[in-house]
């Protein structure tokens, strides 16, 4: 199977496209601060690198953060359209995850806190066991008040994500992977249709209410 994976929910933006039967061999184009319009040029760059036509591909994987709530919605807008026009299989997978396997890739091992901003001076935060084995979780993701952090910091664990050093100066930054994303899909067969995909946000929806007109003044 032919992956196409497509991860925009940081400032760092990748694709990558990998033949599931050979998982070591993959092409991946990186950017920084790419704008939606670019999304679709690193989609063809990447094509024209790994040797492949629009319709070798059989399936998508979408990183669906949480993060960029734009860079995300560009990643699905383009999996939908792709699935309607062609048919492929669509899979979404939390960015966290692969910033966990992008850990245990790089041989960050113990327990890793992965922090993604949240906006509102809170973060997002979950936690992973990370060995040469295997990566778990072991603290589900949450929001949480990003002042909180520095009381977290416990002797040996490790801090990561695509802005922590804005935390936590002892903390390594990394950038949720493409190249990740596409093996991650690879042993998974719980594709969805296109309809289904969302960005993670934890938060309740919020909004005012606008009181009923008064019938007098129509």
């Given at each position: 199977?032919?992956?196409?994976?497509?991860?925009?929910?940081?400032?760092?933006?990748?694709?990558?496209?990998?033949?599931?039967?050979?998982?070591?061999?993959?092409?991946e184009i990186?950017?920084?601060?790419?704008?939606g319009?670019?999304?679709?040029?690193?989609v063809?760059?990447?094509?024209?690198?790994?040797?492949?036509?629009?319709?070798?591909?059989?399936?998508?994987?979408?990183?669906?953060?949480?993060?960029?709530?734009?860079?995300?919605?560009?990643?699905?807008?383009?999996a939908?359209?792709?699935?309607?026009?062609?048919?492929?299989?669509?899979?979404?997978?939390?960015?966290?995850?692969?910033?966990?396997?992008q850990?245990?890739?790089?041989?960050?091992?113990?327990?890793?806190?992965?922090?993604?901003?949240?906006?509102?001076?809170?973060?997002?935060?979950?936690?992973?066991?990370v060995?040469?084995?295997?990566?778990?979780?072991?603290?589900?993701?949450?929001?949480?008040?990003?002042?909180?952090?520095?009381?977290?910091?416990d002797?040996?664990?490790?801090?990561?994500?695509?802005?922590?050093?804005?935390?936590?100066?002892?903390?390594?930054?990394?950038?949720?992977?493409?190249?990740?994303?596409?093996?991650?899909?690879?042993?998974?067969?719980?594709?969805?249709?296109?309809?289904?995909?969302?960005?993670?946000?934890?938060?309740?929806?919020?909004?005012?209410?606008?009181?009923?007109?008064?019938?007098?003044?129509?």
């Amino acid at each position: 199977m032919t992956i196409l994976a497509l991860e925009f929910s940081s400032a760092q933006r990748s694709v990558a496209v990998m033949r599931s039967s050979n998982p070591q061999v993959m092409t991946e184009i990186v950017e920084t601060g790419a704008g939606g319009t670019r999304a679709f040029g690193m989609v063809e760059a990447a094509l024209r690198e790994a040797g492949s036509d629009r319709e070798q591909i059989e399936a998508i994987a979408i990183g669906l953060g949480p993060g960029s709530h734009t860079g995300i919605r560009v990643a699905i807008s383009i999996a939908q359209g792709w699935q309607m026009a062609c048919g492929v299989k669509l899979l979404g997978v939390s960015s966290v995850e692969c910033l966990a396997a992008q850990a245990q890739a790089e041989k960050i091992f113990g327990r890793v806190n992965v922090v993604i901003d949240a906006q509102r001076n809170e973060v997002y935060l979950a936690s992973y066991e990370v060995s040469s084995g295997e990566w778990k979780e072991i603290k589900p993701l949450q929001i949480t008040a990003s002042t909180r952090m520095p009381s977290c910091n416990d002797a040996g664990e490790i801090w990561v994500g695509p802005e922590i050093t804005r935390w936590l100066s002892q903390g390594k930054i990394l950038f949720p992977s493409a190249a990740i994303l596409a093996r991650l899909a690879a042993s998974r067969n719980d594709f969805v249709r296109g309809d289904q995909l969302s960005p993670i946000y934890l938060r309740e929806p919020s909004f005012i209410k606008v009181a009923r007109p008064d019938p007098l003044f129509f």
